[in-house]
């Protein structure tokens, strides 16, 4: 029986929140479709992983255990994943959209002649064909794109699913994979974590963003407070990050990050099209502005109209207060 392969991105004995809604979803999908479900992680130590993959249901979890995978390059990842895919003969590969998933996407659609449809919000197997969502325009129209090749790789937007737990007992298959480093093109030299990072933003469940609205360094530690309390992930305008207020790397939207977090605090933030192509499918979003008509309130689930520069302090100390107990 053919299988749908879930590509799981893991770093630093996590695995990436994104790869588990795209498993969780795959489930479902192969199950429709009477598939296997199998699920591929590559690392230096994989057996780290494989216990939370079985938390998602996999029927096989292909593993590639290499000491180059620590160093989070493209190169070996698509030799790696050709393997398996030459290997196991998939109908579907999917990943979750990535820093990287574009390139090893498209690398690995052209080794194996297989149609690629990348940055999806949704998408389904219906016989010969998969057909996807995929916003486009600043998610202002959503496009559907179609592909009946034999093979298909799509990638998918993070929180276009939820992440659903169903315990499963995947048989793991231990991959034997050999990389000569000596032909790689580009080498990692250092990680060098940008300060603003102390929660990964494109995982994290609690977003604290910033607008034009905090103008300085005073708003500036007002919004940190409130990410501290809250134990949140800092983002930012494109206004706020060309000002230099935050580093670009927190940029959220259109030329940004994409976020979905639970809860998204957009604050001083009016809510340009580009900033929500960033944000939209937040679970539930509070944005707090002056501007009763900011267009940020038409998305936000509950709207605090008002200075930020009164509301933050009084916000922080109530949730450090609930905190505390
Ligand atoms: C091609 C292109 C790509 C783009 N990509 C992105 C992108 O990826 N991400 C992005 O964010 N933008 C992007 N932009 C820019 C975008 O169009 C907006 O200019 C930007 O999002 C505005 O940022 P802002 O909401 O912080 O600022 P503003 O639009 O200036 O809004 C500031 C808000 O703060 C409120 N405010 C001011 N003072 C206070 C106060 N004391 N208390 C409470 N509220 C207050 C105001 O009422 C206002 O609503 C892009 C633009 C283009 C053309």
Known sequence: MSHILVYIAATDGKVKRSSLEVLSY???????????????????????????????????????????????????????????????????????????????????????????????????????????????MAAKVLSVTSSSSPLVMVS?????????????????????????????????????????????????EVVVAAGRGIKDAEGVKLVEDLADALGAAIGASRAVTESGLFPATLQIGQTGKVVSPQLYFAIGISGAIQHVAGMANSKVIVAINKDADAPIFQYATYGLVGDLFKILPLLTEQIRSVKAG
């Open 26 to 136: 795959c489930r479902r999908l192969a199950a429709d479709n009477n598939l296997k479900l199998s699920a591929a992680v590559l690392d230096a130590d994989p057996s780290r992983y494989t216990d939370t993959i079985n938390q998602y249901g996999a029927d096989t979890i292909f593993t590639v255990k290499e000491p180059v995978f620590a160093n989070h390059l493209n190169t070996p990842l698509i030799e790696g994943l050709s393997k398996i895919i030459s290997e196991s003969n998939p109908r579907l590969v999917a990943f979750a959209s990535t820093e990287s998933a574009k390139e090893v996407m498209g690398a690995l659609a052209a080794r194996h002649q297989a149609g690629a449809i990348p940055d999806v919000a949704s998408f389904s197997l219906n016989g010969d064909s998969v057909e996807a969502e995929r916003p486009v």
């Open 156 to 204: 998918v937007r993070s929180g276009s699913y939820d992440a659903v737990e169903q315990a499963g007992s995947a048989e793991v298959q231990e991959v034997a994979f050999d990389f000569d480093e000596g032909g790689l093109k580009n080498i990692l030299k250092e990680v060098i974590s940008s300060s603003g990072d102390k929660v990964d933003l494109s995982e994290a």
